[in-house]
């Protein structure tokens, strides 16, 4: 449980990072905190030919804060987060999820643009991310373009991400006024990765139902809305629903077939279903941002 | 009840409260392991190991450019090391020779096949990943069900079947009482394999020193002499060529006093070899090649009478030894201490039981913690569960009517142990009062038909042999009957005591307690005694740290060496005060007379610098004594186990809400240790019962080899535990003292599958598998509803 040999190169600059990609693009992966990568390498699931460490790019670890939201250098730590060492524009979310990832000494390595482009829905950035509309910045020679969360999640392990491209930052929304959140992890252990994740956003428009948007992790391998649970959320405001109630709309959601499911699937799909049933009670009570 | 039978007014010797001495080096960062160990020009050992559950090699090609010597196959290795072959006497067993690098067939996944040497592991493990092996994939004999059908792949293939051996036994009338009882019960349990998993892994450093000419072998071993003999005799060489050492380790619990291929192989091999070798197993390769444990399944029939009186019990037991048969266990171990302990401690008189040990394309089983007794308390505990619960009696006093009485002691089992001596009943009575049985009863019942949980109460009770003799060992079968320890204790010219002995603490902090032995002979300061262990060339021959055997064995021959050290000190100290030596004793590190004294660095450097001045006295200060006890049948240490948890009905999560223990582990040498072994094994217990599983697919894959799949209990799954002490000294042992290492993991998966059903009571649903995964509880919940007449219970499918 040793890596193969690699080249390690350690750039102080984001252009320089981006050159160092394109030359070496063939056979390249970037490292920041290295708690997902390190240990593929050390099982030799990963071998590649060179290591760019973009821990010495001080611009990776820059916040810049607007009106509309803030963006988070690739580079910002877990810890940063569940501590709100950065601003959180997220109403206190962005800190409650972080603190929900692996364990201490992971906090203190892993990085938000590390878990974005390891995407693992299983994770919390990928889901918590794509529920709040977040963007993705991403830098190579040919310049910077920015990817929607959602589109930049292709896979389980993959993304849009090109092989010499590098994530300078994440973009999120400030939430908007009058929402509130909860989220629920389901998972064994505390720090494990999740069985299943969910974020409930409900947003008081005016009008007499408000607007309500769920996202699930861990169910496929990217993190998914789930339109038709929001259906049944816009029918029943009042919440009342129960797990049971969910599991009809939430196996449509996805496209799970009920009717065939093993136990084991069975028992995942009525997870889900519980998740996202305690992520709806959740909202409005957890701790808002300092 | 005393907290932990403390004495605080002792400052020294058995009882006393003295904190670990090991602790500061390891707290510190000041431990040596293998790992640690720098010699020049060591080179690092990587195995290529087989990625397939069973197949036939067909060939293996060693990359042309690979520097000669650094790549060993079976082949290459034959010459010079036999193959190990673990026999038994036991009637029809199956030997399953077990070579150190797989020859003609591979059986598990992690099974050798060639040894890679390099000079770092990284470079190794290139070379490994280089050496193409030509394998010929063969169908798998995984489960009961597969290993044992008719047509089943063998594992061996020069055996009729998988089985390497069936034992059973028919005491008393179990029909005759059937016939009579007014309630029966048949349940079948499962407990799923495990891994076992110190801290630190394995590791072997092997060099032969070329001015000695010995070979000089470091190994994470819990067993320094016997892997000594072993390599002697398998590379066939006298026991004098070989030293083994075992330096600190992170721990063993059993999955390191096996021997192992690697230790022959890396031995045999750095004899070949003009620099030291050595090989530090990685955490895949302890999760595959490290023996596993646990692997049972039970069937289980129990009659009683109306008042609750167990009357008879009838138990199939099939244990999944895997591949290989280990030295010197044997794949019987599990299996007939299990069937040995199924009569739990409980009066009864008519028990019929079968075992087969099955043999499968799975990593050999070992030793864990424990040893089959987790399974044999899972089994009969949650069948008196169910009998009780059919007869309208409480759990608890439903194992106090049954329990073997003191007025019984000794008692011998229907299972011919015997039990020595303590009060079963009062075990209970005191853990049911410590947990708050009525009161969580109460709570039980507040919670309202709407909630989406359930409280429950669960009990599990046993005793346990410890510190078992050669009769024992032979009884099981064993090659080797284990029951002597040997000690050494000597007095130097500064008056400081040395104490040498065979056993090899790996944690349990030996260094602490058996200075306090000496101690408590001497009246000195247990700092001030150095205990040294885990080195043939340094101590007396002895067997090994297992089986909770040395507090009794390693104890019993420190106070036997100490004693006569004793002695022949207070002669000296007869001469040099004048008085008569059995009027003398020792106090605070000075011989004590009428009207003077004497240190002990005054009398030794009178002895051993000027005998002329201790006319009358034979030379020499130190005394080797060896320790067998005269009853052979071990100590038991007993104990009851009560959980509270809570199930939550919509996800089948199982969450401890209060655990408490009563044990009695006869006399207490130092509470703060014995309290540290109960709850580290409960949280060990606390992993079978709700976390720890080794899945395999159905061709023989491991499905759960690193700690992302393989869940361990931690700081978050470890309730604060109550423990209350019970002190029974054993009329066997030296100072009374009872094995304290393996108790604490037997019963949590009884004590909480207990709970679980419990909780779930109303439902119908039962625990009746470990571990007890949500998907489990919460599929056995949607059974149970779905056929409402007795349930469903959570039986094991993998028959």
Redesign the interface.
């Known amino acids: 449980?040793?890596?193969?040999?690699f080249a390690y190169h350690r750039p102080g600059t984001c252009t320089e990072a981006a050159d160092l990609l394109y030359r070496l693009r063939d056979d390249v992966k970037v490292i920041a905190g290295g708690q997902s990568l390190l240990p593929l390498m050390n099982?030799?699931l990963a071998e590649p030919a060179h290591l760019v460490d973009v821990s010495a790019v001080p611009e990776l670890r820059r916040t810049d804060l607007t009106a509309e939201g803030a963006t988070y250098g690739a580079a910002t730590t877990h810890m940063m987060f569940e501590h709100q060492l950065v601003p959180d524009v997220a109403d206190g979310l962005l800190s409650h999820a972080a603190r929900g990832i692996g364990y201490r000494a992971i906090r203190n390595r892993g990085t938000v643009g590390g878990s974005l482009a390891h995407s693992d829905s299983s994770a919390e950035w990928p889901t918590v991310m794509s529920a709040l509309g977040a963007t993705v910045h991403a830098l190579s020679v040919r310049g910077e373009r920015r990817i929607p969360v959602t589109e930049f999640l292709l896979g389980f392990f993959s993304t849009a991400l090109a092989d010499d491209e590098l994530i300078t930052a994440v973009s999120v929304p400030r939430i908007a006024p009058g929402t509130q959140w909860g989220m629920y992890k389901?998972a064994?252990?505390?720090?494990?990765?999740a069985d299943s994740l969910a974020v409930v956003q409900v947003r008081d428009t005016g009008a007499s139902t408000p607007a309500v948007s769920v996202w699930l992790g861990a169910a496929k391998d990217v993190p998914l809305r789930l339109k038709h649970v929001e259906k049944a959320l816009a029918d029943r405001p009042d919440r009342s629903l129960l797990?049971a109630d969910l599991s009809g709309p939430l196996a449509a959601d996805i496209g799970a077939d009920t009717a065939t499911a093993s136990?084991?699937d069975?028992?995942a799909l009525?997870?889900h279903a519980?998740t996202v049933h305690r992520a709806l009670m959740a909202v409005g009570k957890a701790p808002h941002a300092a | 009840m005393n907290a932990a039978g403390s004495n605080p007014a002792r400052r020294n010797g058995i009882g006393a409260r003295t904190p670990r001495r090991e602790d500061a080096r390891h707290l510190s960062g000041r431990g040596r392991f293998v790992a640690d160990m720098k010699l020049p020009g060591l080179r690092e050992v990587a195995f290529v190991r087989s990625q397939v559950p069973h197949g036939r090699i067909r060939g293996i090609t060693v990359p042309a450019d690979a520097e000669p010597g650094s790549v060993w196959t079976g082949t290459d290795l034959a010459p010079i090391a036999e193959p190990l072959t673990a026999t038994s006497t036991l009637e029809g067993f199956r030997a399953a020779p077990l070579p150190h690098l797989a020859v003609e067939k591979v059986r598990y996944v992690g099974e050798p096949i060639a040894m890679v040497i390099a000079s770092?592991?990284?470079e190794a493990?290139?070379l490994a990943?280089r050496i193409i092996v030509d394998i010929e994939p063969l169908p798998a004999a995984v489960d009961f069900t597969g290993a044992l059908a008719q047509d089943a792949p063998l594992v061996h293939d020069d055996w009729p079947d998988n089985v390497y051996a069936t034992t059973s036994g028919d005491i008393g009338d179990v029909d005759a009482v059937a016939h009579d009882a007014a309630v029966t019960v048949t349940r079948e349990y499962t407990m799923n394999r495990q891994a076992v998993v110190p801290l630190e892994t394995r590791g072997v450093m092997a060099q032969h020193d070329q001015t000695s000419g010995q070979l000089v072998v470091h190994s994470s071993t819990q067993t320094p002499h016997m892997i000594r003999d072993m390599i002697a005799i398998l590379l066939g060489v006298e026991a004098r060529q070989v030293r083994v050492i075992a330096p600190d380790m992170g721990g063993g619990f059993g999955t390191k006093c096996s021997v192992y291929p690697e230790e022959i192989a890396l031995a045999a091999v750095a004899m070949r070899l003009p620099y030291p070798i050595r090989w530090v197993e990685?955490?895949?390769?302890a999760m595959v090649s490290s023996t596993q444990a646990r692997d049972h399944h039970y069937r289980i029939t129990a009659h009683a009478a109306a008042d609750g009186t167990l009357l008879g019990v009838e138990a199939d037991i099939l244990v999944n030894a895997g591949a290989y048969s280990v030295h010197p266990w044997t794949a019987t171990m599990d299996a007939t201490m299990s069937a040995a302990m199924i009569p739990g401690p409980y009066r009864l008189s008519n028990y019929r039981f079968r075992t087969r040990s099955v043999a499968t394309n799975k990593t050999p089983l070992g030793p864990y913690r424990g040893v089959a007794r987790p399974g044999a308390c899972l089994a009969i505990e949650r069948t008196l569960d169910e009998l009780a619960h059919a007869l309208g009696i409480e759990p608890n006093e439903m194992r106090i009517r049954n329990m073997v009485r003191p007025e019984d002691m000794p008692y011998t089992s229907v299972a011919k142990k015997v039990y020595d001596s303590g009060d079963y009943p009062e075990a209970v009575r005191r853990v049911s009062a410590l947990i708050g049985h009525d009161a969580w009863r109460k709570q039980q019942q507040d919670v309202s038909d709407g909630a989406r949980h359930r409280i429950g109460i669960g009990y599990g009770s046993f005793t346990e042999q410890t510190a078992h003799g050669c009769i024992e060992w032979a009884s099981r079968g064993l090659a080797i009957t284990i029951g002597t320890e040997g000690a050494r204790l000597e007095m130097d010219s500064s008056g400081g005591l040395t104490l040498s002995v065979g056993i090899k603490s790996h944690g349990q902090g030996a260094e602490t307690t058996l200075a306090q032995v000496v101690s408590e002979v001497f009246d000195v300061d247990p700092a001030l005694v150095t205990v040294v262990h885990g080195d043939t060339a340094l101590t007396p021959r002895g067997d090994g740290t297992f089986a909770s055997r040395s507090m009794v064995m390693a104890g019993g021959a420190t106070y036997g060496a100490a004693q006569q050290l004793a002695g022949k000190v207070l002669r000296i100290g007869g001469v040099l005060l004048g008085e008569d030596p059995k009027k003398l004793r020792f106090k605070d590190g000075a011989v004590v007379g009428r009207t003077g004294s004497v240190t002990y660095r005054e009398l030794a450097k009178e002895f051993l610098f000027t005998p002329d001045h201790v006319p009358g006295v034979e030379a020499g200060l130190e005394v080797s004594f060896y320790y067998r006890p005269d009853t052979q049948t071990g100590a038991f240490t007993y104990a009851s186990h009560a959980a509270v948890v809570s199930v939550d009905l919509?996800?089948?999560a199982v969450s401890l809400l209060d655990y408490a223990v009563v044990e009695d582990c006869g006399t207490v040498v130092n509470p703060l240790i014995v309290d540290g072994q109960i709850t580290g094994g409960i949280a060990q217990g606390i992993g079978t019962a709700l976390?720890e599983e080794l899945v395999y697919d159905p061709d023989g894959q491991p499905k759960s080899t690193?700690f992302?799949d393989y869940?361990l209990p931690?700081a978050?799954?470890v309730p604060m535990i109550k423990i209350g002490h019970m002190q029974t000294p054993s009329p066997h042992t030296v100072f009374g003292v009872k094995g304290a290492g393996e108790g604490g993991a037997i019963a949590p998966p009884a004590a909480i599958a207990n709970a679980v059903t419990d909780a779930l009571r109303a439902f119908g649903a039962e625990a009746n598998e470990t571990p007890m995964?949500?998907?489990r509880i919460?599929?056995a919940l949607?059974d149970a509803q779905a056929s409402p007449v007795r349930g469903a219970a959570m039986t094991g499918t993998d028959r």
Do not use: C, I, Y
């Open positions: 449980m040793k890596p193969a040999n099982m030799r389901m064994r252990k505390p720090g494990e990765f797990p136990p084991h069975r028992h009525q997870l519980v | 770092a592991r990284a493990e290139d990943a990685d955490r895949w390769e919509d996800t089948g976390l690193s992302l869940l931690g978050t799954e995964t949500p998907v919460w599929t949607q």
